[in-house]
């Protein structure tokens, strides 16, 4: 069964066996909003769910990379990532 949960306003799948976004993954979340992705490239490593290489899209990143070792993750991570765009 996915679950779904939150990070800031945006809602994210998890499935079982991917790290769901925490309260540390809102602090990085927070930075990147403040303005310090914007323009920059972005690498997010051990994406999990891919919230935050959402959030540094979100953010003006001028290009993303999401990498993990578990395929499930980066399943997960192209999911929420072409869920919002």
Do not use: C, I
């Not at 939150?6 to 790290?19: D, E, I, K, T, W």
């Not at 976004?21 to 992705?37: I, K, N, P, T, Y």
Request: proline content about 2%.
């Amino acid at each position: 069964m996915t679950a779904a949960g939150h990070l800031g306003r945006v809602m994210f799948l998890y499935p079982p066996g991917v790290y769901r976004a925490q309260s540390d993954s809102e602090l990085v979340a927070d930075v990147m909003r403040s303005g310090f992705a914007r323009g920059r490239h972005v690498l997010d490593v051990g994406t999990g769910s891919g919230a935050l290489a959402v959030a540094a899209a979100r953010a003006g990143a001028a290009s993303v990379t999401a990498v993990d070792l578990s395929r499930r993750a980066v399943a997960t991570a192209r999911v929420n990532s072409l869920l919002h765009r």
